[in-house]
């Protein structure tokens, strides 16, 4: 082991004691980390000479930049023929569906705008129908991101930008007028900076536990949610394993259970491809942590089936696996295939290291771990054939807000709220001093990401409609209303 004289701040030295020290690795790798807590704000600050606050407000487009039917066609290669249709017609239903589909688009946009250069582990994706409830072990409910298809290191404002976005569409759906609209995406670009600065007023092991979901009202100001939220957590408190499975499934002569077909959202599979679902299970047991395996070795598998889910996953090879324990009590595993992230081929023209090729479970669940403050205790991938799979349970009592639904006067509360759980969740990869300095005390960053947010919505509005004219011309194939 090298041994280094610490002289203050530097990666790998216990900062400002003077002493030899060993150089730890994996410790201090953030910049800024084991230095004193003004010099990672400082840093941060520093940083809007270079990147002002309010550039985050330009959206410039290029001219090569793909139409939304060329757009849609790319991100439906790989997937399966049959159900691109339905994925189709699922973008094509509103402007915030398009958007939710589009990541790789939005990815294309977000490469030409502005970057701190401060690398986070970003959700890729986190539109603002992608937070929701979901269960812990004990049984309670969290409340955080939850879908990391397209999770990578990168820059934290493209998570930002297209939270700030997906609201002003919500908005405008939800029949909100402009300035509310606006406000939505002011508020999530507020929450998010105030959060910040709560966070890097912590120690590092206080920061990581920060904002306990029962102070999420209070801390950004939510509280013409509480109705809403105390809704969507009862119904979440009954979607779970057993209800599907009663709703899905039908015994069977030996007294099991299997899957009733029940086209195109959910059909049973040959023997062959479930066998190779069944298989990729043992391969799935060697990624979890060994604590987990007397758990799952009470369960038996007793059938597999095809689901078609989400709306940017449509397309994708997804099984839903049933098992039983002793008691006949069910569980369901979903096996879901993991494509390579769509933002991938846009980190380098952001300035952004290109991470290895690897196994895209791995990816998924890494990047899920490292934001969420609990993930699900049996989350893990496999492999089925050379297609790379994450596996979570299924109706793990998961269940979200639709932004879209939500009254005028309750989607900027929304915008706080989840603003705030963004901020949580890249704060776990990216040093909240450092962003806490850039973001600073002021609305500036609130102003420039609502007026982006504005100008992004109008542009996928344009998006949206350029898809349904391709889909009524028959230039494209869609299935509404699947």
């Known amino acids: 082991m090298t041994e280094v004289l610490s002289a203050g701040a530097g990666a790998g030295t216990a900062a ?4 030899r020290v060993p150089v730890v690795p994996g410790f201090a790798r953030w910049p800024g980390a084991g230095s004193p807590k003004a010099e990672g704000k400082a840093e941060g600050k520093a940083l809007r000479g270079r990147v002002p606050r309010s550039a985050h407000a330009e959206l410039a487009l290029d001219a090569a930049r793909p139409g939304a039917l060329a757009a849609v066609k790319e991100s439906n290669r790989g997937r399966i023929p049959e159900l691109t249709p339905i994925r189709v017609g699922r973008m094509a239903a509103t402007p915030l569906a398009f958007l939710r589909g589009a990541a ?6 977000l490469a030409r705008t502005p970057v701190t250069g401060i690398r986070a582990q970003i959700c890729g994706d986190a539109h603002a129908a992608n937070f929701g409830l979901y269960g812990d072990a004990r049984g309670g409910l969290i409340i955080d991101l939850n879908d990391f298809d397209e999770t990578v290191p990168g820059p934290w404002e493209w998570d930002l930008k297209r939270l700030a976005a997906s609201l002003v569409l919500a908005g405008r759906e939800a029949g909100a007028d402009e300035d509310t609209c606006r406000e939505a995406a002011y508020g999530a670009a507020g929450a998010y900076r105030r959060t910040l600065r709560l966070l890097a007023k912590l ?3 206080e920061a990581w536990h920060a904002v306990a ?10 509280h013409d949610l509480l109705g809403t939220l105390e809704r969507v957590a009862q119904k979440a408190r009954a979607n779970t394993s057993g209800r599907f ?3 899905s499934t039908e015994e069977t002569e030996d007294g099991g259970r299997r899957f009733v077909d029940a086209p195109p959202v959910l059909r049973r599979v040959a023997d062959a491809e479930a066998a190779a679902v069944v298989s990729s299970l043992e391969r799935y047991l060697a990624t979890l942590p060994e604590d987990r395996l007397p758990l799952l070795a009470r369960y038996a598998v007793q059938d597999v089936a095809f689901r078609v889910v989400g709306t940017g996953s449509v397309g994708t090879r997804s099984y839903v696996v049933l098992l039983l324990d002793h008691w006949g009590e069910p569980l369901v595993l979903q096996v879901k295939e993991a494509r390579a992230s769509a933002l991938l081929p846009h980190l380098a023209t952001a300035g952004f290291e290109v991470p290895k090729e690897g196994h895209e479970g791995r990816r998924v ?10 993930s699900d205790l049996l989350l893990g991938w496999t492999t089925i054939g050379e297609r790379p799979f994450q596996v979570r349970q299924f109706r793990n009592r998961k269940g979200s807000v639709d932004p879209a639904a939500l009254a005028a006067g309750q989607i900027d509360d929304y915008g706080r709220m989840t603003g705030a759980l963004l901020a949580r969740a890249h704060s776990h990869t990216a040093d909240p001093r450092l962003l806490a300095g850039y973001c600073g005390k002021n609305d500036e960053l609130d102003e420039a990401v609502a007026a982006f947010a504005v100008a992004y919505a109008d542009r996928t509005e344009a998006d949206h409609a350029e898809l349904v004219a391709a889909v009524r011309a028959g230039r ?7």
Request: hydrophobic share 45%.
């Open 16 to 19: 400002g004691t003077g002493a």
């Open 104 to 109: 790789g688009l939005m990815a294309y946009d």
């Open 203 to 205: 120690p590092a092991l």
């Open 213 to 222: 979901d029962e102070e999420l009202v209070s801390h950004t100001d939510a």
């Open 245 to 247: 499975a009663a709703r």
């Open 365 to 374: 669940v890494l990047g899920q771990r490292c934001m969420q403050v609990v």
């Open 476 to 482: 494209i194939a869609a299935e509404p209303g699947v």
